[in-house]
């Protein structure tokens, strides 16, 4: 997996990752997105959530209320989108704004949702180039992405724990995948017992690593943006890959130190795997799917975790929209 090619001293790692890896920020906290400088940023529910209960966002969140017209669900939407616009103003690249988790396995609700979402950044001046619509790599939201993707909205593949979900997404033609790294290793540490892995060991890194070579291999031109990071380790272990996602926490720590970042993956140097190349139909999706009993049910944890979030918002949002 290693090239073990360094980056000069001297710059703190965060820098020098960003030499060999486009560095995405994970977060709703415009301020911290300001402060790292990142390519990208991407968001979610959950994080939506937590910066829409801080007072340095009220704002957004009271224009949102205002621009809803009394809709729950427009309100919502605008939301998203008015932190999204926000973060449009500090990143150079793409925002990723999430599709309702309650519409993951509704392919044409899926998709409605997306023209909508867009529709709104349009009504704000925001390019559709600017945005990925997030959405659960279930094999419905990957269908959806499909038929999004063609009419030039591009998508950011969500909640990816398998190769099947990672295949089906770059034979769809998405143009990025968001594969998670920590929530691999939180099921395997529960189901083998044991504290913890040396990032080398990760089943995290190692699942991304697969992914990126397979892509690599195969000339897949999606997208791997490695997410969901527990540390540091997990995240310079995946040097390289196309893209990372990463919580100002653990950016926070890796600009604190200056240790040599070696980069991990090479994308050059994938051809020469000896990798077999798998036909993705809806079949085979379900049936490996169905024989990764820890892709099935983190795919599925991730779809109610991401709900209860989106329903604790919706409170919220819903006694501001009453007043």
């Known amino acids: 997996m290693s090239s073990n090619k360094k980056q000069k001293t001297g710059e703190n790692q965060v820098e020098q990752l960003k030499r060999l890896t486009t560095i995405v920020a994970d977060t709703g906290d415009i301020e911290a ?100 619509i997030k959405v659960a790599a279930t094999w419905e939201g990957i269908k959806a992405a499909e038929i999004l993707e063609k009419e030039g909205i591009t998508c950011n593949l969500t909640l990816i724990f398998s190769k099947a979900q990672a295949i089906a997404c770059a034979e769809a033609g998405c143009t990025l995948i968001s594969p998670f790294v920590g929530r691999i290793m939180d099921w395997y540490k529960k189901a083998q017992g044991v504290d913890g892995y040396e990032p080398k060991d990760d089943p995290g890194v190692l699942s991304v690593a697969d992914i990126f070579k397979y892509y690599k291999k195969f000339g897949y031109d999606t997208i791997v943006m490695g997410a969901s990071f527990r540390n540091t380790g997990e995240v310079l272990e995946l040097a390289g890959c196309d893209r990372l996602t990463i919580s100002p926490q653990l950016l926070e720590k890796l600009t604190m130190s200056t240790d040599d970042v070696v980069q991990k993956l090479d994308a050059e140097a994938c051809g020469d795997e000896d990798i077999e190349k798998i036909t993705m139909d809806e079949k085979t999706f379900r049936w490996m799917m169905n024989e990764d009993p820890m892709a099935t049910e983190k795919l599925a944890e991730g779809i109610r975790n991401f709900t209860k979030d989106i329903v604790s918002l919706e409170t919220i949002v819903s006694e501001k929209i009453a007043k």
Request: proline fraction near 4%.
């Open 33 to 132: 997105i300001r402060k790292f400088k990142p390519q990208d940023a991407t968001t979610n529910p959950s994080l939506i959530f937590k910066a829409a209960t801080m007072p340095a966002y009220a704002s957004l969140v009271d224009d949102a209320v205002k621009n809803g017209n009394g809709s729950l669900s427009t309100t919502m939407d605008e939301l998203a989108v008015n932190f999204g616009a926000e973060i449009t103003k500090i990143v150079p690249g793409y925002v990723s704004t999430e599709v309702d988790a309650r519409l993951s396995f509704d392919t044409e609700a899926t998709i409605a949702k997306a023209r909508s979402i867009i529709a709104s950044y349009k009504a704000k001046g925001i390019d559709k180039s600017r945005i990925l």
